[in-house]
């Protein structure tokens, strides 16, 4: 970094922090870094708020549909009725009424093999609508554990430039070198404020994730046990 000059030749150090002037005054390297950390930002940003909205409309959208369905007579008209919508509760209801049409089919039934069928089918189902809707998650789990070393990357690479800049100068003095320590600390800065949000949002979504699975799981085994007395029938 060169200081700004006086008139009569005399350097100054600037009296505030300027973000801005910092990652102008940086390394093309740390640059390099603070961008990226900056698209990671917005990124993680813009994930949380996409996630946030729809496992809102997700969960209002599950509610109708579930208390819609205990109270239909008609499974079949109703899920046909329903069909194109994007419910987790509607594709899981599908998979179990899929399995039970395959082994209800011939002319005998094995009862206890179409129950461990139904199973295997309902869970499948509910993992896979789970493992879709955390899919984008992994992002912000990446962001949180990365993006702080690769702040502080830039802030290594910052500071060996620095001290060559001190040998280049053979001037030790603090007004030479703290300016470039503040532009690769700024990197480490911009890291952190990546990472934080991405972490407290993984781990609050996550949970809702795991609670909206529970939620799935219940209604597939009620499903499960509607389909049983079917068969006892």
């Known amino acids: 970094m060169i200081l700004p000059m006086l008139a009569n030749g005399v350097s100054f150090a600037p009296t505030s922090l300027n973000p801005v002037q910092l990652f102008l005054d940086a390394d093309y390297v740390v640059q390099g870094v603070m961008v990226g950390l900056v698209l990671a930002s917005v990124w993680t940003w813009t994930i949380i708020i996409g996630f946030s909205l729809k496992m809102g409309s ?103 430039d620095s001290f060559f800049n001190i040998g280049a100068q053979q001037n030790s003095s603090l007004a030479v070198v703290a300016p470039g320590i503040s532009e690769a600390l700024f990197a480490t800065a ?3 404020f990546a990472a934080i949000p991405a972490v407290i949002a993984y781990n609050r979504f996550s949970h809702r994730v795991n609670r909206f699975e529970t939620r799935l799981y219940r209604f597939a085994d009620r499903f499960h046990a509607s389909l049983s007395r079917e068969l006892e029938a």
């Open 58 to 160: 997700t969960q209002r959208a599950c509610d109708k549909y579930e208390r819609a369905f205990w109270e239909t007579r008609d499974i079949d008209a109703f899920q046909k009725e329903q069909k194109g919508k994007d419910l987790p509760s509607m594709r899981v209801a599908n998979a179990a009424l899929a399995e039970w049409r395959r082994s209800t089919n011939g002319k005998t039934i094995d009862r206890e093999g179409t129950r461990q069928r139904l199973t295997t089918a309902l869970d499948g189902a509910v993992v896979q609508e789970t493992d879709a809707l955390a899919s984008r998650l992994n992002f912000l789990a990446t962001v949180g554990s990365v993006a702080p070393f690769v702040g502080l990357f830039g802030t290594v690479w910052g500071i060996m």
């Open 190 to 192: 911009i890291g952190l």
